[in-house]
C-alpha cells in the first residue's frame, strides 16, 4: 500500500475498510499525543498520567471549531505551551487525513469531494455553536435537520458500498484489491500435476529370457 497516496492525497477512491483504518490510526496518533503531552506535564511537575483511546467519526476534530469562536482564546491564553503546540499540531495533522480520507471514499460514492461541507462543516460547526442557537420552536427542525445531514454523511462513507467498477474519479478499489489478490495467489500448475513417469521398458525381474 502506497501510505502517502493513502493518508494525504485527495485523488482516486478508497474503500470504507480503508476509512475505518484510517480512523483507528487516528484514534491512535491522538492516543499518542495525549501520552507525549501528559509526559511534559509530569516533567513539569503534574503527577496525572493515565491512557485515553476515543474513536471520533469526525476523527476528533471539535477543536478545529474554535478557530471561528473568539471565546475559546481566552481558554488558550491560560493553556501551556506545550499542550498548545501538540493541539495545533494534532489538528492540522488529522485534518488532513480525514480530509483525504473522506474525499477519497466521497468519490468512491461518486460524489464530489465538495460534498465534505454539508457532511461535515455544516454540522459540526452548528454542534460548536449549539449554547448560541435560539431556543425556539422555529429552530427545532434546522436542528434536526443538521443533524441528519451529519448521520447521512456518515452513513454514507462509513457504511455505504461504493460504486461497483470504473467511476469518473477511477477504478474500483475492492476489484482492484481483487485482482491483486489473484495475481498474489500462487497458480496450479497443470502441466506439472499430469506429469506422469514412464515405466521401465524392460521385463520384470525374474522374467527375463535366458
Do not use: C
Request: charged letters at 20%; aromatic letters at 14%.
Amino acid at each position: 500500500m502506497d501510505w502517502i497516496t493513502y493518508l494525504f492525497r485527495f485523488d482516486g477512491r478508497i474503500n470504507r475498510a480503508l476509512l475505518w483504518q484510517a480512523l483507528l490510526i487516528v484514534a491512535l496518533l491522538a492516543g499518542l499525543l495525549g501520552l507525549i503531552g501528559q509526559v511534559i506535564g509530569m516533567i513539569e511537575g503534574a503527577t496525572t498520567f493515565k491512557i485515553k483511546l476515543d474513536f471520533d467519526f469526525d476523527f476528533g476534530l471539535d477543536g478545529l471549531f474554535a478557530v471561528v469562536d473568539p471565546r475559546a482564546y481566552r481558554e488558550l491564553s491560560s493553556a501551556d505551551r506545550p499542550t498548545l503546540i501538540l493541539k495545533i499540531l494534532g489538528t492540522a495533522l488529522f485534518l488532513w487525513i480525514f480530509l483525504a480520507t473522506a474525499i477519497k471514499r466521497l468519490h468512491d460514492r461518486t460524489r464530489s469531494g465538495w460534498w465534505i461541507i454539508p457532511f461535515f462543516f455544516i454540522p459540526n460547526l452548528l454542534f460548536h455553536f449549539s449554547d448560541l442557537t435560539p431556543d425556539a420552536n422555529w429552530f427545532v427542525p434546522i436542528d434536526w435537520g443538521v443533524f441528519l445531514l451529519w448521520l447521512w454523511g456518515l452513513v454514507e462513507m462509513f457504511l455505504l458500498r461504493g460504486t461497483p467498477g470504473t467511476n469518473r474519479f477511477g477504478p474500483d478499489p475492492l476489484a482492484d484489491a481483487e485482482t491483486d489478490a489473484h495475481a498474489r495467489a500462487p497458480g496450479w500448475e497443470q502441466q506439472r500435476e499430469i506429469e506422469l513417469i514412464p515405466p521401465s521398458a524392460g521385463p520384470p525381474g525374474g522374467m527375463r529370457r535366458a
